[in-house]
């Protein structure tokens, strides 16, 4: 008898140890923000999160336990393929600048019909943000070819940023941060060239302005300028 609660001492010794060490195998450290950083993938800092059932509210994803998450051990990139499963991911930023300064995290995807951006930090109340194909983007998302999050931390502030996840198409989530600046100079300045070059709305404008010069009929000038006014407004990176 005596040997059978010792027994079943070591073997609530050792489940102990194993869950302990299981919980500090997904614990997430925060990925620290300097006044030097430029630009920074966040695969390797991110926990992931499958919910086939697509019943998970955003409460009920922050009370999971560190266990219910993957982290990508040595990915190169987040790539799911083609599955009906909805996704949450989740990391930690800390900012050590010397002043207060603006991120953006991008998630270079334009294929997800529901995105849902979630801001916990200490003291101020849970920041709320969709977007995504399915539905119009919220007032305070920052608007873009794909989705894209501003953040403004203090010295030493902390945020956890929760992302919900929804497609009927491929997934794949590459999450990147950038300083502001080094995001403007990322704009490829040829890429509006190239749009209306083989763009199907760039060829017709080019085709009305033509025939306006040769016919010299200004209505086939005004179509043409109808057509290029939207494209001033199209987002080219």
Same mark, same amino acid.
């Given at each position: =008898?005596?040997?059978? *609660? #010792?027994?079943?001492?070591?073997?609530?010794?050792?489940?102990? !140890?194993?869950?302990?060490?299981?919980?500090?195998?997904?614990?997430?450290?925060?990925?620290?923000? $300097?006044?030097?950083?430029?630009?920074? @993938?966040?695969? #390797?800092?991110?926990?992931?999160?499958? @919910?086939?059932?697509?019943?998970?509210?955003? %409460?009920?994803?922050?009370?999971?336990?560190? $266990?219910?998450?993957?982290?990508?051990?040595? %990915?190169? *990139?987040?790539?799911?393929?083609?599955?009906?499963?909805?996704?949450?991911?989740?990391?930690?930023?800390?900012?050590?600048?010397? !002043?207060?300064?603006?991120?953006?995290?991008?998630?270079?995807?334009?294929?997800?019909?529901?995105? @849902?951006?979630?801001?916990?930090?200490?003291?101020? +109340? $849970?920041?709320? &943000?969709?977007?995504?194909?399915?539905?119009? +983007?919220?007032?305070?998302?920052?608007?873009?070819?794909?989705?894209?999050?501003?953040?403004?931390?203090?010295?030493?502030?902390?945020?956890?940023?929760? &992302?919900?996840?929804? $497609?009927? =198409?491929?997934?794949? /989530?590459?999450?990147? /941060?950038?300083?502001?600046? @080094?995001?403007?100079?990322?704009?490829?300045?040829?890429?509006?060239?190239? =749009?209306?070059?083989?763009?199907?709305?760039?060829?017709?404008? !080019? =085709?009305?302005?033509?025939?306006?010069?040769?016919?010299?009929?200004?209505?086939?000038?005004?179509?043409?300028?109808? /057509? !290029?006014?939207?494209?001033?407004?199209?987002?080219?990176?």
């Amino acid at each position: =008898m005596r040997h059978c *609660k #010792t027994w079943a001492w070591v073997a609530g010794i050792r489940l102990g !140890i194993f869950g302990f060490l299981l919980s500090c195998a997904v614990a997430q450290e925060p990925f620290c923000l $300097t006044d030097g950083l430029r630009e920074h @993938d966040l695969t #390797t800092n991110v926990a992931v999160l499958r @919910d086939a059932s697509h019943s998970l509210s955003f %409460e009920q994803v922050r009370a999971t336990t560190n $266990t219910q998450w993957s982290i990508p051990r040595g %990915e190169a *990139k987040l790539h799911y393929g083609f599955t009906p499963d909805a996704f949450w991911v989740r990391f930690k930023l800390q900012s050590r600048a010397i !002043i207060a300064r603006e991120w953006l995290v991008e998630l270079d995807h334009a294929r997800f019909d529901w995105v @849902d951006w979630y801001v916990v930090r200490k003291g101020v +109340p $849970t920041v709320h &943000l969709s977007d995504g194909n399915q539905r119009p +983007p919220d007032p305070l998302v920052a608007h873009g070819r794909v989705p894209l999050l501003a953040l403004r931390l203090d010295p030493g502030e902390e945020a956890e940023v929760y &992302l919900g996840l929804r $497609t009927r =198409m491929l997934v794949s /989530i590459p999450l990147t /941060i950038y300083a502001p600046l @080094d995001y403007a100079q990322r704009a490829d300045p040829t890429g509006l060239f190239y =749009m209306l070059c083989l763009g199907a709305f760039g060829a017709l404008s !080019i =085709m009305g302005i033509i025939f306006a010069i040769f016919s010299r009929y200004r209505g086939a000038l005004s179509y043409s300028l109808s /057509i !290029i006014s939207p494209l001033r407004r199209v987002p080219v990176r």
